[in-house]
């Protein structure tokens, strides 16, 4: 079947430390896949996303690649801030009506 | 542009209680769902929406129904509340076009049954 897995939380650094969150997938066909995030009280939102094999997603420092051959999109972050503090979801889709969330991963980041 | 919108922010049930948990987008999206977030867990899918008059199944969808009567609304509907049912809900919706199926996401709603 399809599913993601994430590593689990909490993940504790400090401000400006690199940030890696590991996710790997299982899935049939080509599926796009997406890291959200969720502040506190607030709904997810799309962070990035790669839609094929070795495409790169980025959006506010923060980077994944699309890993066919190892089935992953770990996030990466060169420098996080105390404002990264937050749940972390992966997610994997190849239909309107098949997507796939993994667990998050809670992140936070002390001054 | 408001994007996806849900009302109420939070609600507390008595046990066999119903309710409706709305859910309204501004992006002219065919598609949208409705999810449940339980604590340290992923979402799940309760039901999903392909667009007007056209709902279906997703992964959890017992205890729940749905009607989508407009692009716009997609309301989900609780029948006899059960503590099972505390949880956090989310709407989503996503474009029909684009190869990439990204879903925008409501701010929540917080259920409480007691």
């Known amino acids: 079947g399809n599913s993601v897995t994430q590593m689990e939380g909490p993940v504790t650094l400090s401000e400006e430390a690199f940030l890696t969150i590991n996710c790997t997938y299982t899935?049939?066909?080509?599926?796009?896949l997406f890291w959200y995030v969720q502040y506190p009280g607030e709904g997810l939102q799309l962070l990035l996303k790669a839609t094929k094999a070795d495409d790169k997603g980025s959006n506010k420092g923060f980077e994944a690649t699309y890993r066919k051959e190892t089935t992953s999109f770990h996030l990466e972050k060169g420098s996080v801030q105390v404002s990264d503090s937050a749940v972390y979801f992966c997610?994997?889709?190849?239909?309107?009506?098949?997507?796939?969330f993994g667990s998050g991963t809670k992140l936070n980041v002390k001054p | 542009n408001a994007g996806v919108t849900q009302t109420p922010k939070f609600r507390i049930l008595k046990i066999g209680q119903s309710m409706t948990l709305q859910c309204t987008q501004d992006m002219n999206h065919n598609y949208m769902y409705w999810y449940r977030q339980d604590p340290g867990m992923g979402l799940k899918l309760i039901y999903y929406s392909v667009g007007a008059g056209i709902t279906d199944k997703g992964e959890v969808p017992n205890g729940y129904n749905v009607s989508r009567s407009t692009t716009e609304d997609f309301p989900l509907r609780l029948e006899l509340a059960a503590p099972s049912q505390t949880s956090v809900y989310f709407c989503a919706s996503s474009p029909t076009t684009g190869a990439s199926y990204e879903q925008y996401f409501g701010p929540g709603t917080r259920l409480t049954v007691t």
């Open positions: 997610a994997l889709g190849y239909n309107f009506n098949k997507f796939y």
């Open positions: 899935a049939t066909g080509y599926p796009s």
